[in-house]
């Protein structure tokens, strides 16, 4: 008896869960083994429907990404790539509520490391690609399919990989969509902002290193390598950047003003953040440059004195604040501490405007009347950063309507990830909707 082909909806939810099940931890070694399980669980689900995908390795056995191009029915139309990625940051889990990676669903969601970064999209991806095979439906242009790993260390050993290695895979393409954006943001019960992602902050992944005199932990010593990096480290995280605010956040301050019916004159930017709640840790960090200690090894011994301390900053720079950045580290830092940048990725900015944001709006106001789209700069970064270096426009739009009272923001590399059903069940369908139409 043949088994009932499932919706996307029922596809999705089965698909995410079987995709937090797999570990694909990123400590930002070739250690663990689960992104190319993953892969090749993904180049399963294309070919069970009858895709040929491409199973790529890209710098090691254990690194490799998906790629899968879906001819459209107008092909002299500029292409569109539709990417995720399959790694996630690792999780401890004695700090969960529950198995960070045994996909629980519990109070109506499912729980787990990846569950909206960036799993959630992947599997909406996949289910909507696959309901298209069962009914032979072909897209209005060619739609590039990539599942990418190493988004969460930088992507070298995925997406930029991929763009210097193997840049056949872009032919045609002009716009990419991704993750972090179309995620709802509920003002009141007539009005839901959908935050699109429009821009996205830069990296400088720093490292500090402090010499000192070694000696014995019982003698007076006033040139000690760690109180050094300690000080160094206190001012850097006590550092507040000014607000710099490019066309993308211009923009966002103006629509949550108006939406939220605030007189911007009168009130200072960090005092509209406030009007958000949770989501303005998400939002209101994407109009400043950002610097904060992360890690921080030194010593072997607590009765030695090392010569060595070395700490690593995260810093991250809005559109044109990266000169600013890295001269304020260093003047924090010191004349006694050495920095050397290990990680750096550019910044991204692009119009809110065109027929591929006219396509978002229109596939969310069909499912969601009360749906308004605005842009928003997100202060992390995606592999949008690696396409755009062929001249790729990127926006994140993975859609979920979300409830009210949840803090989405805190889910991001947070403890107890999870996602609501309803948000995927809405966001297949949005997605789907928006890719026939763009």
Known sequence: ????????????????????????????????????????????????????????????????????????????????????????????????????????????????????????????????????????????????????????????????????????????????????????????????????????????????????????????????????LASAMSRIGSHRFDISLGPTAQRLLAEICEAYGIDLNGNEVDEVMKQLGPIARFIGSGMRNTINPTMLEAGYKVNVIPEHAVGHVDGRFVPGGRDDLVDTARRLAGPDIDIDILTEDVALDVPFEGPTIEAMRAALQTEDPHAHAIPYLMSGGTDAKAFSRLGITGYGFAPLRLPPDLDFAALFHGIDERVPLSALRFGVVVLDRFLRTC
């Open 1 to 228: 008896m043949e088994q009932p082909i499932p919706s996307p909806a029922e596809d999705t939810v089965r698909i995410i869960g079987d995709l937090i099940r797999i570990d694909t931890s990123n400590d930002g070694t070739d250690d663990g083994p689960g992104e190319i399980l993953a892969a090749e669980y993904v180049v399963e689900l294309l070919r069970e429907v009858g895709y040929d995908p491409e199973l790529i390795t890209t710098t090691s056995g254990r690194r490799a990404a998906v790629a899968l191009r879906i001819p459209g029915t107008f092909s002299e139309q500029p292409a569109l790539l539709l990417h995720g990625h399959l790694d996630v940051v690792p999780a401890v889990a004695a700090d969960w509520t529950v198995p960070p990676f045994a996909a629980e669903v519990i109070d109506d969601m499912v729980w787990g490391r990846g569950a909206v970064d960036m799993k959630d999209m992947d599997a909406m991806i996949l289910a909507v690609i696959r309901s298209w095979a069962r009914e032979g439906y072909r897209p209005p242009r060619d739609v590039v399919v990539l599942f990418t790993p190493d988004e969460e260390a930088g992507g070298r050993h995925g997406a930029h990989w991929l763009v210097e290695n193997r840049p056949d895979l872009f032919t045609g393409v002009t716009e990419a969509v991704g993750e972090v954006g179309g995620f709802s943001l509920t003002v009141r019960d007539d009005l839901r902002l959908y935050l699109i992602q429009t821009a996205e902050k830069g990296i400088a992944w720093m490292r500090l290193t402090a010499a000192g005199r070694a000696g014995h932990g019982s003698m007076l010593n006033d040139h000690n390598a760690v109180s050094h």
